[in-house]
């Protein structure tokens, strides 16, 4: 029983590039969420996605970032025109339905953007 | 700012010491409250988590009890072991009108040490 997977691990990206962070939920898990930690700090909510539904975005930035969760697929976080700022380790979470009881963590996507 | 708080960024404690790590949180309308570990390069992990109806709750070696009248929150770590070495963080659900309420506010997080 596989937990919750990200890919890559780490990843690096040149300022102006595109991001691409993916998070297969575990088996029978249908809600995703993902989160954003700075160094030194703890986990930012950015966004909430169902099947082919974005939920809740109210953590997300206004510019650059997307996230999507198909039909078929992993869910993806999307950062376009990548900042230095944009540097964090990306988290997401999958539970079998709403709420925050049934968390299960992944073990994150480190972006460093040079 | 941020709603959920630590008191000490740092805890170092002896090997089979019992640790207590603390949290403020400043919304009353949180109703669900849990607690993190997290492992150098990995995704956080459960460890307990206490609803907003009761003041304490006992898991295998850890107890977290919660001080609603000043908005308080703490983990017990009972004979600690090396393995205990992360940093722990609390994190809240609010229950906020028109969204968020599936997401958890973190705390900055604790990093517990311990020392043989």
């Known amino acids: 029983n596989a937990g919750v997977m990200q890919n890559p691990r780490h990843l690096v990206r040149r300022r102006g590039q595109e991001a691409r962070l993916r998070c297969s939920p575990m088996?029978?898990?249908?809600?995703v969420y993902w989160y954003r930690q700075l160094p030194e700090e703890g986990l930012k909510f950015m966004v909430y996605l169902q099947k082919e539904n974005i939920i809740d975005e109210s953590g997300m930035p206004k510019e650059r970032f997307s996230a999507e969760f198909p039909k078929e697929g992993p869910s993806i976080l999307r950062i376009q025109q990548v900042v230095r700022g944009d540097s964090a380790a990306y988290f997401c979470?999958?539970?079998?339905?709403?709420?925050?009881?049934?968390?299960?963590f992944g073990s994150g996507t480190r972006l460093t953007v040079v | 700012g941020e709603s959920v708080g630590l008191h000490l960024p740092t805890l170092s404690v002896q090997e089979g010491d019992n640790s207590i790590i603390n949290c403020a949180y400043s919304n009353s309308a949180s109703d669900y409250f849990i607690w993190y570990k997290q492992e150098s390069g990995k995704g956080p992990q459960f460890i307990i988590d206490?609803?907003?109806?009761?003041d304490k709750r006992q898991g295998q070696r850890v107890t977290v009890l919660l001080n609603k009248t000043v908005k308080h929150l703490s983990l017990q770590i009972a004979a600690t072991q090396p393995g205990d070495s992360a940093v722990y963080f609390c994190?809240?659900?609010?229950?906020?009108?028109?969204?968020?309420?599936?997401?958890?506010?973190f705390g900055k997080g604790t990093h517990l040490i311990i020392q043989p």
């Open positions: 088996k029978g898990h249908s809600h």
């Open positions: 206490i609803r907003s109806n009761m």
């Open positions: 994190a809240e659900n609010q229950r906020v009108q028109g969204g968020g309420a599936d997401g958890l506010t």
């Open positions: 979470a999958s539970s079998p339905s709403s709420g925050v009881r049934g968390y299960t």
